[in-house]
DNA sequence: GCTGTACAAATTTTT
DNA sequence: TTTGTACAGC
């Protein structure tokens, strides 16, 4: 079940004891023990803790405590009396961090007598002041905020209404434009004279026109939560200069991270105090394609000057091992901050590096070793399932896993995928709620008119809108009016009376149930602490979550769902259920749908023993004692379309990303590739990952594959099999890989491919001439394929002719075969 | 207005 | 290969 814990921070005062404020200005300083949270910090970390006043940055390195020296930071603001808690703005990029955060705080051996009240996200901390100065953004305070799908929905209409082929232009590519223009924080007026030619110069335009809708809608996207407030800020000085004096110290993590507005969000507010703590690891920068400005951490020291700059580089989680490996690949990218993480840590296994025929087989072979590291009698200790994980590049790689894992009885769990409030009966659910609480929530009636099916199609819901439009009110007035005029005929008719008429109902419920709670902007600080505390009193009879029922049964929702007969019907049903019960949590319905747009989540903690499969995105901040991570082919990973896009960028980019995985070893860390992949449905072959040659040799073991399976492919997957022989899988099992012609041409093969070279290769480029052992015409076995005869030869890439016809191959996964080899199939 | 078929598209993801 | 969307036919 879902906590929401945001809504403790910032509304948690609610449920104190009320006190004064001089009682509260002096219980903020109160609460901390001595300095004894200083104690068990090291020396760089202590550092950070006591820099209080004045701009730091705060590099910290994957696994070296940087939580707990925020945590030991905070207590030394409150104790030193620089600042109470409510005075102190944390921000964090997820929610998941801000509740780590929170629980963190919760267990530590000081206490504070008053809730940070200001640590949460940027969204939800923009939130909370926009709901504040609305009217500033001609909105009003009870603006509701769109999720992705709405967004999309809106621009459909914007685009549709400006008379542009929705197919040529789709809604999605300009979702994608206008959300990288608020990431910069550009409004339409601001979009540089390069960018307008965006959607067929027509860009701005559409993007003025969302604007305006949303703006009519009483509503706002996730990007302009940022936008909104950094616009306020920029044009009332003596709003931004109410909440400079009361934010009095900045905590940010996650630096790295951050887009133009978030900085300029964050600029605004420290540029009087100056007294900002952003904590960040520009290696971990993963977000590049989302709008976070690596250069907002390389150049903090630009943007204040006289920043005292820290770095943490003790590394408490992995091995000397993992930790070397993860170093030599991540140096290889240019204009790093740098950083050299180190460990007292003395024993542990090898970063282990291993080839496969393809990626079944890839799957086949790490299911059977996490088994075999649950049971222990490695060379390491026995690790649980829950205690490892596979990271891939990208969800597609997931199915192989959870195929294997199904046929063979592993239990896994799978992070990621839709989001609880991204599944559609969560929305369609939630419209329903919307549409109760306002009912001049367009968005939501059109979501959910016809869903169940009331008969009511396009030109229904078109007469429905002209109705509307003619008059200007909302969709569900049109409708009543376009029932009442008669304007409708046969059976929609009826049904949509009857839908008008139940959300009246759940409306004037909803409106007996809450008397309005007007909330008028405070002028000044104090006034701005009493609003806080005197927010709406808890209301503990649960009429709310009756009447959520009554809707989703009234409504046939739910028995819509009951007559589905589709294997997914009865999941869905469990979490509308889960849905009605998360409501127990909130005081009204109003409540919930304030802030669910940003909190919600499926976080659910999940007892039993499982192997998490997920995404590295996904892992950043995780940490597991062993990582397998599969799939390290060029063009997987590095990502072909990341490299395509951003070149040199966003090669290093995907670098970063193989540094996170690796970091996220603590014990053991397992690398692979595959020969043959399939991808959208086509086989092909791939290459090893050009970051597997950046791996340093002296901290890497090169495993081959236990010729299980009828073969050493595994060896002939990376390694040498370019000399030709039955026995090749044999010698490359035994030799020095690394001294393998195979093991060089992969070196050589680093130096001449696209994009990028490694600026200081460690590795000689030798050997051009292994590159491809066959001539044309030579007979050569395929373990998929069979025998065949290379037709032509393009580097390293043969096109053998086998049985089934003609494939190009990579030359690394054919043998020599000489005539006689043939053996029948 | 609904349902079945054809076709195109296809990372990473938070809020 | 799969998934979602667009359009034609019922």
Same mark, same amino acid.
């Given at each position: 079940?879902?906590? /929401?814990?945001?809504?403790?921070?910032?509304?948690?005062?609610?449920?104190?004891?009320?006190?004064?404020?001089?009682?509260?200005?002096?219980?903020?300083?109160?609460?901390?023990?001595?300095?004894?949270?200083?104690?068990?910090?090291?020396?760089?970390?202590?550092?950070?803790?006591?820099?209080?006043?004045?701009?730091?940055?705060?590099?910290?390195?994957?696994?070296?405590?940087?939580?707990?020296?925020?945590?030991?930071?905070?207590?030394?603001?409150?104790?030193?009396?620089?600042?109470?808690?409510?005075?102190?703005?944390?921000?964090?990029?997820?929610?998941?961090?801000?509740?780590?955060?929170?629980?963190?705080?919760?267990?530590?051996?000081?206490?504070?007598?008053?809730?940070?009240?200001?640590?949460?996200? /940027?969204?939800?901390?923009?939130?909370?002041?926009?709901?504040? *100065?609305?009217?500033?953004?001609?909105?009003?305070?009870?603006?509701?905020?769109?999720?992705?799908?709405?967004?999309?929905?809106?621009?459909?209409?914007?685009?549709?209404?400006?008379?542009?082929?929705?197919?040529?232009?789709?809604?999605?590519?300009?979702?994608?434009?206008?959300?990288?223009?608020?990431?910069?924080?550009?409004?339409?007026?601001?979009?540089?004279?390069?960018?307008?030619?965006?959607?067929?110069?027509?860009?701005?335009?559409?993007?003025?026109?969302?604007?305006?809708?949303?703006?009519?809608?009483?509503?706002?996207?996730?990007?302009?939560?940022?936008?909104?407030?950094?616009?306020?800020?920029?044009?009332?000085?003596?709003?931004?200069?109410?909440?400079?004096?009361?934010?009095?110290?900045?905590?940010?993590?996650?630096?790295?991270?951050?887009?133009?507005?978030?900085?300029?969000?964050?600029? $605004?507010?420290?540029?009087?105090?100056?007294?900002?703590?952003?904590?960040?690891?520009?290696?971990?920068?993963?977000?590049?394609?989302?709008?976070?400005?690596?250069?907002?951490?390389?150049?903090?020291?630009?943007?204040?000057?006289?920043?005292?700059?820290?770095?943490?580089?003790?590394?408490?989680?992995?091995?000397?091992?993992?930790?070397?490996?993860?170093?030599?690949?991540?140096?290889?990218?240019?204009?790093?901050?740098?950083?050299?993480?180190?460990?007292?840590?003395?024993?542990?296994?090898?970063?282990?590096?291993?080839?496969?025929?393809?990626?079944?087989?890839?799957?086949?072979?790490?299911?059977?070793?996490?088994?075999?590291?649950?049971?222990?009698?490695?060379?390491?200790?026995?690790?649980?399932?829950?205690?490892?994980?596979?990271?891939?590049?990208?969800?597609?790689?997931?199915?192989?896993?959870?195929?294997?894992?199904?046929?063979?009885?592993?239990?896994?769990?799978?992070?990621?995928?839709?989001?609880?409030?991204?599944?559609?009966?969560?929305?369609?659910?939630?419209?329903?709620?919307?549409?109760?609480?306002?009912?001049?929530?367009?968005?939501?009636?059109?979501?959910?008119?016809?869903?169940?099916?009331?008969?009511?199609?396009?030109?229904?819901?078109?007469?429905?809108?002209?109705?509307?439009?003619?008059?200007?009110?909302?969709?569900?007035?049109?409708?009543?009016?376009?029932?009442?005029?008669?304007?409708?005929?046969?059976?929609?008719?009826?049904?949509?009376?009857?839908?008008?008429?139940?959300?009246?109902?759940?409306?004037?419920?909803?409106?007996?149930?809450?008397?309005?709670?007007?909330?008028?902007?405070?002028?000044?600080?104090?006034?701005?602490?009493?609003?806080?505390?005197?927010?709406?009193?808890?209301? *503990?009879?649960?009429?709310?979550?009756?009447?959520?029922?009554?809707?989703?049964?009234?409504?046939?929702?739910?028995?819509?769902?009951?007559?589905?007969?589709?294997?997914?019907?009865?999941?869905?049903?469990?979490?509308?259920?889960? $849905?009605?019960?998360?409501?127990?949590?909130?005081?009204?319905?109003?409540?919930?749908?304030?802030?669910?747009? $940003?909190?919600?989540?499926?976080?659910?903690?999940?007892?039993?023993?499982?192997?998490?499969?997920?995404?590295?995105?996904?892992?950043?901040?995780?940490?597991?004692?062993?990582?397998?991570?599969?799939?390290?082919?060029?063009?997987?990973?590095?990502?072909?379309?990341?490299?395509?896009?951003?070149?040199?960028?966003?090669?290093?980019?995907?670098?970063?990303?193989?540094?996170?995985?690796?970091?996220?070893?603590?014990?053991?860390?397992?690398?692979? /590739?595959?020969?043959?992949?399939?991808?959208?449905?086509?086989?092909?072959?791939?290459?090893?990952?050009?970051?597997?040659?950046?791996?340093?040799?002296?901290?890497?073991?090169? $495993?081959?594959?236990?010729?299980?399976?009828?073969?050493?492919?595994?060896?002939?997957?990376?390694?040498?099999?370019?000399?030709?022989?039955?026995?090749?899988?044999?010698?490359?099992?035994?030799?020095?890989?690394?001294?393998?012609?195979?093991?060089?041409?992969?070196?050589?093969?680093?130096?001449?491919?696209?994009?990028?070279?490694?600026?200081?290769?460690?590795?000689?480029?030798?050997?051009?001439?292994?590159?491809?052992?066959?001539?044309?015409?030579?007979?050569?076995?395929?373990?998929?394929?069979?025998?065949?005869?290379?037709?032509?030869?393009?580097?390293?890439?043969?096109?053998?002719?086998?049985?089934?016809?003609?494939?190009?191959?990579?030359?690394?996964?054919?043998?020599?075969?000489?005539?006689?080899?043939?053996?029948?199939?």
């Amino acid at each position: 079940m879902s906590r /929401f814990d945001e809504d403790d921070a910032f509304e948690g005062a609610a449920a104190a004891v009320p006190q004064s404020l001089s009682q509260r200005a002096m219980a903020g300083a109160a609460g901390a023990r001595g300095t004894a949270y200083l104690d068990d910090l090291n020396p760089a970390q202590r550092e950070a803790a006591e820099a209080l006043d004045g701009p730091l940055l705060m590099l910290a390195g994957a696994g070296t405590g940087k939580t707990k020296t925020l945590m030991a930071r905070i207590a030394n603001l409150v104790a030193s009396g620089r600042a109470r808690p409510n005075e102190i703005l944390a921000v964090t990029f997820t929610n998941k961090a801000a509740r780590e955060m929170r629980e963190r705080l919760a267990k530590q051996p000081f206490h504070l007598l008053e809730p940070l009240r200001w640590m949460g996200t /940027f969204h939800s901390i923009s939130v909370k002041i926009l709901r504040r *100065h609305a009217e500033l953004a001609s909105l009003k305070s009870s603006f509701t905020i769109l999720d992705t799908d709405d967004q999309i929905r809106l621009m459909k209409q914007v685009i549709n209404a400006a008379n542009i082929d929705e197919k040529r232009w789709p809604a999605r590519q300009l979702a994608g434009i206008i959300d990288g223009w608020k990431n910069r924080a550009l409004t339409p007026g601001n979009v540089p004279n390069a960018e307008a030619a965006a959607f067929g110069n027509r860009g701005t335009e559409l993007y003025a026109a969302y604007q305006d809708r949303l703006r009519s809608l009483n509503a706002v996207d996730f990007g302009d939560l940022l936008l909104h407030v950094v616009t306020i800020f920029q044009a009332h000085p003596d709003v931004l200069a109410q909440y400079q004096r009361w934010l009095r110290y900045i905590l940010v993590d996650e630096y790295q991270d951050t887009n133009v507005a978030q900085y300029l969000w964050l600029r $605004l507010l420290a540029q009087g105090h100056k007294n900002i703590c952003c904590v960040g690891d520009d290696d971990q920068s993963i977000y590049g394609w989302r709008g976070a400005e690596v250069g907002n951490i390389l150049r903090f020291e630009k943007d204040f000057p006289g920043a005292k700059v820290i770095r943490l580089e003790q590394n408490y989680r992995s091995t000397p091992h993992i930790l070397a490996a993860a170093s030599s690949v991540i140096a290889q990218n240019a204009g790093r901050l740098g950083k050299t993480l180190w460990t007292e840590e003395q024993a542990g296994e090898k970063v282990r590096l291993i080839g496969h025929w393809d990626g079944e087989e890839e799957a086949r072979w790490i299911g059977e070793e996490a088994e075999a590291l649950q049971r222990g009698g490695r060379r390491m200790r026995a690790v649980s399932l829950n205690g490892q994980a596979i990271l891939v590049r990208g969800s597609s790689q997931m199915r192989a896993f959870e195929d294997r894992f199904l046929t063979i009885g592993l239990p896994y769990r799978v992070v990621g995928g839709p989001r609880f409030y991204e599944r559609a009966e969560i929305r369609n659910a939630m419209a329903y709620f919307r549409l109760a609480v306002s009912p001049e929530d367009d968005l939501a009636f059109e979501r959910i008119v016809n869903t169940p099916k009331r008969g009511l199609g396009d030109k229904a819901q078109q007469v429905i809108q002209m109705t509307a439009r003619a008059d200007g009110t909302s969709l569900l007035e049109g409708a009543r009016y376009a029932v009442a005029a008669g304007k409708l005929g046969g059976k929609g008719a009826a049904e949509l009376r009857r839908f008008v008429e139940n959300v009246d109902r759940w409306h004037k419920a909803i409106a007996a149930a809450s008397p309005a709670t007007a909330r008028s902007p405070a002028e000044d600080d104090d006034e701005l602490i009493e609003l806080e505390v005197a927010s709406v009193p808890p209301a *503990h009879d649960h009429s709310h979550v009756r009447l959520a029922e009554e809707i989703l049964e009234d409504s046939g929702y739910i028995a819509m769902w009951q007559n589905d007969k589709t294997p997914e019907a009865a999941g869905r049903l469990e979490n509308l259920k889960e $849905l009605v019960k998360a409501l127990e949590q909130f005081d009204n319905l109003q409540g919930f749908l304030e802030h669910v747009a $940003l909190i919600l989540d499926n976080s659910s903690e999940e007892e039993s023993e499982k192997i998490t499969i997920m995404t590295l995105h996904a892992a950043k901040g995780l940490e597991f004692p062993v990582v397998f991570l599969p799939g390290w082919e060029d063009g997987l990973f590095p990502s072909q379309r990341s490299m395509d896009e951003s070149g040199q960028k966003g090669l290093e980019e995907e670098r970063r990303l193989a540094y996170v995985g690796i970091t996220r070893a603590e014990e053991l860390c397992t690398i692979s /590739f595959a020969g043959n992949r399939q991808v959208y449905g086509r086989w092909q072959s791939q290459m090893p990952s050009r970051f597997i040659d950046e791996l340093p040799e002296a901290d890497v073991e090169v $495993l081959t594959p236990p010729g299980l399976y009828g073969g050493g492919y595994g060896a002939a997957a990376g390694f040498g099999s370019s000399s030709g022989g039955s026995s090749v899988e044999a010698r490359a099992a035994k030799a020095d890989v690394y001294n393998s012609p195979g093991w060089r041409r992969l070196q050589d093969r680093a130096g001449n491919r696209p994009v990028s070279q490694p600026k200081e290769s460690r590795h000689t480029v030798i050997d051009l001439d292994a590159v491809s052992a066959f001539d044309v015409g030579d007979r050569v076995f395929h373990q998929k394929f069979g025998y065949g005869h290379v037709q032509e030869i393009e580097g390293d890439k043969l096109a053998v002719a086998f049985a089934t016809g003609v494939k190009k191959i990579v030359a690394g996964f054919v043998v020599a075969a000489s005539e006689a080899d043939d053996v029948p199939f």
